[in-house]
Structure formats: structure tokens, C-alpha cells
């Protein structure tokens, strides 16, 4: 069965083909990012628009580097949400009517399966169940995974996602946008101990997340500080550790509470080399074993979109002629793939 993914759900319009016999065919990304960086983070409207100019002729331009037709799809997986409603409406409104227009099926997937199921388009792809670590620009959350859509929530953030900490901090410090990247970059310049940032919720049981005191710690410090760039190279290296720290916490916790021996790390935070070291640490400390995808698929991308609906098309999930979008939703309202 051959899916043609289409994430449009924030700022990146990602396609991708994937085919339940020969895997991940081909796949694109455009980013949004020049468009949004003069206003230091994405403006609603215009993603929309943009989604709305580059989603066909994308679709388009892989199918036929793929030597594929449309005639050659056997359904559409498109990112139904959670995200911006414009953006979202644009890619779910394109995939639901190609689908009806080729009389094949079409499934709405929830963006955080996808992210979740991201380790599944590698060689070392983790069986279930497993302990998932999923941290985006919008969400953190530990999930108990005996499934695809078996979800079981075990903590989320009370208040921003470490994605949203880093882009936030970052700003701050007056590095560009996203703010995870340029964070990594700076704090490889930090001198080691200068700062310490506090590990918030880890001296009280529990799995859930806080990360809105850590960006008011960077500013707080900050302003105590030169200012100079030193000066910010040391603070974000202080709460680049500081947010691997907790999270390999909460992580120890987690397998622990779940006795499971398989972690996963997906969503855009798992780029992050330095939360990827700590976490492999405490997966040998537990003689667990950490997955991650590749560094493309674990910022949004149309590849994990494809893979998701494509197993969710196989168990015979699909859609009527509706067309999906949704700013909230629910990871535990999935329905189980069995
Ligand atoms: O999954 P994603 O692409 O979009 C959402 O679903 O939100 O995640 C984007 C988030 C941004 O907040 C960005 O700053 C963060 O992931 N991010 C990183 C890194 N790369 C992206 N955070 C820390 N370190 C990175 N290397
Ligand atoms: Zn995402």
C-alpha cells in the first residue's frame, strides 16, 4: 500500500511517500522559517498562506522525481491536528480532496503519533511497548506506547513545552528562531559550572513537567551577568543541562514506574545532541536502550505523517468525506491499531 503523507500542522510543509512493502520512498521538506524569523516566531496567517502555495507543487515535484503518478497512491495520510488551525486546514482540506478526487482513502493523523512514530522509519526500529519521551515546540509528554494507538499518558508539562523553553530562552538572548538549534550552538562555547539552573519538579514524585521557571531563571541570570556573549554561552549551556537533566529524571522514573527496557525520544527537542548523550547514559544505567530518529525526522516532516497513516490505512482506519483539522487533540482519544 502506497501513502503520500502531508504534514502542514506549524511552519514546515512536508510530503512524503511511503510504502508498506518497500518502506520510505521519497521525501521533502519545505521550511517556513526565513518567512517567520524577522517576527521571532511563527505568525499564524502567514504559515496558512504559505502551506496553501507550496503543498501541491510539492506534491507534484516528489511524485515525479519518484517516476510516480497520482494514479500510483493507495491512500493520503495527512497531519489533522494538533497545531494551527489555518495551516492544518490547509494540508487536511489538499489530502482529504485528492483522496476523494482519486476515489482512494484518506486518514487524519494526530501529529504527535507521528512524532512518536518517527523511530519506526529506522533500520533499529524499537518493538513495543516502550517509555516515549515526545518534546516538541507545543507539547512534553511521557507516554506508556503498548501499541499503535495504545497511549497511556504518563506526565506532560504544566506549563510551556521544552521546545517553547528553548525558543523563549533563546529570544532572550537574542539568538534567532527556533531557539533549539541556536541554544546547542551557543552553549558548545559555555564554560562548564559557571551557572547552575534548577532542575524544576524533581524533588517531588511524579512525571510531570515545568519549564516556564527555568526562562525566567535565564533572565534573571542574565541580568546579573556582563551580558556579554560569554556571558549568554554560559547560561545556555546552564539550561541546556538543566532540561536534560530533568528530563533524564522524569525518564529514570518513568522505566522505572513502567518497568519497561525501551526508551524512545522523539519531537523536535530530540535533535538535541546533548539530551541524546544524557539519555543514553541513563538507558545504560538501566540496561534499557534509547531510540531516536534521524535528525531530519525529528523536527516535523512528512515521512512520520505517511508511516502513521499508512499503518493506520493497513488496519483499515480510514476517514469519511470529512475534512479533519483539529487545534487540540487528545493523544489518549486514538483509537488502537490492532
Ligand atoms: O517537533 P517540532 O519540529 O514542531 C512541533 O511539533 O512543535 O519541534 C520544534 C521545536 C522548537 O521549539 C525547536 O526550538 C525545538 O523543537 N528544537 C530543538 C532542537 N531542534 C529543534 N530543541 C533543542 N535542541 C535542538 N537541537
Ligand atoms: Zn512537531
Redesign the pocket.
Known sequence: MRILGIES??D?TGIAIYDSERGLEAHTLYSQIELHLEYGGVVPELASRDHVRKTVPLIKQLLAESGLTLADLDGIAYTAGPGLIGALLVGAGIGRSLAWSLGIPAVAVH?MEG?LLAPMLEAEAPAFPFVALLA????TMLVQVEGIGQYQLLGETVDDAA??A??KTAKLLGLGY????A??KIAEQGTPGRFRFPRPMTNRPGLEFSFSGLKTFAVNTLAESAGDDQSKADIALAFEVAVAETMAIKCRRALEQTGLKRLVLA???S???R?RQRLAVLAAERGAKLYYPRAEF???NGAMIAYAGCARLMAGQSEGLVIQARARWPLEQLSAVT
Open positions: 500542522s506549524c514546515e501529529h512524532h516538541s515546540g507545543g507539547h521546545g517553547e528553548f525558543d527556533p531557539g533549539g538549534p541554544i546547542a519531537g523536535g527537542v535533535a538535541n545532541r539530551l525529528c523536527t516535523d
